[in-house]
């Protein structure tokens, strides 16, 4: 299980239109690996992602999650849940609702659906992920109204509670105070060793990549490069 890769791309490109963004890229996560990826703007390191999460279609190479192909919706599907994603900031501080029901919808086609309501099994799992990411104090305050770091916690328990063997963090740290970024840095260390995580995060900050990663590629020209 060890050195099984969990997420395999080879000779990727992809892009929008006429604009490639990666060419001929090749990644390979390891069960277990914590990868960073560093890269500046427009790089193409969201774009990576969205390849990951099968939102974007690669123009040629292979990507398998799992072992799976991204061939069908059912297979886009199957490995779709079995990855959690944390976006950029700011995404999840825009819903107006309560902590609870944030992280709650991260559950959403997992535990419950249109022909299932959340159970109170599912609410017992949302209490736990909230006093896991430290936010349980918080448990029924609206997302808008929290602080940065508060917000990233929300966002992190919503992909934790898909208890999905992969993580995809965007820039985790990136719009936080100094405190907010070692707590987040030290939830993410702690997260990992605790679900078994196979983490690909993306950080324009060098140390804070060195802090949480195993393996650092920087993505350039459109491929990933050892740094
Ligand atoms: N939906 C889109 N349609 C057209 N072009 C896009 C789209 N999304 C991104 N791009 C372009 O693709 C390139 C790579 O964007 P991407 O968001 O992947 O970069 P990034 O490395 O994540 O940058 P940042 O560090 O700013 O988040 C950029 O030139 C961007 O303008
Ligand atoms: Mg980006």
Request: charge should be positive; hydrophobic fraction near 35%.
């Amino acid at each position: 299980m060890t050195h099984q890769a969990v997420v395999e791309i080879k000779n990727l490109s992809a892009g929008y239109g006429h604009h490639q963004v990666l060419q001929q890229l090749d990644l390979t996560l390891r069960h277990g690996e914590a990868l960073g990826i560093a890269g500046q703007n427009g790089a193409g390191k969201t774009t990576l992602f969205k390849i990951i999460l099968g939102l974007l279609k690669p123009q040629k190479g292979r990507v398998s999650v799992l072992g799976k192909t991204p061939d069908s919706a059912q297979t886009r599907r199957l490995m779709r849940r079995q990855i959690g994603y944390v976006p950029q900031l700011q995404t999840p501080g825009k819903m107006p609702v309560c902590v609870h029901d944030a992280v709650m919808m991260g559950r959403w086609g997992k535990g419950f659906g249109f022909f299932r309501r959340p159970t109170e099994d599912d609410r017992r799992k949302v209490s736990e992920i909230l006093h896991e990411v430290g936010i349980s104090h918080k448990h029924w305050q609206e997302v808008n109204l929290l602080s940065g770091g508060e917000q990233q916690k929300v966002s992190i328990g919503r992909a934790l509670i898909r208890e999905a063997p992969i993580l995809l963090m965007d820039e985790p740290t990136t719009y936080l105070d100094h405190g907010s970024q070692a707590e987040i840095i030290e939830l993410i260390k702690t997260i990992r060793l605790k679900h078994e995580l196979s983490l690909i995060m993306i950080s324009h900050d060098p140390e804070h990549l060195e802090a949480m990663s195993d393996r650092i590629l920087l993505l350039k020209n459109g491929r990933l490069e050892e740094r």
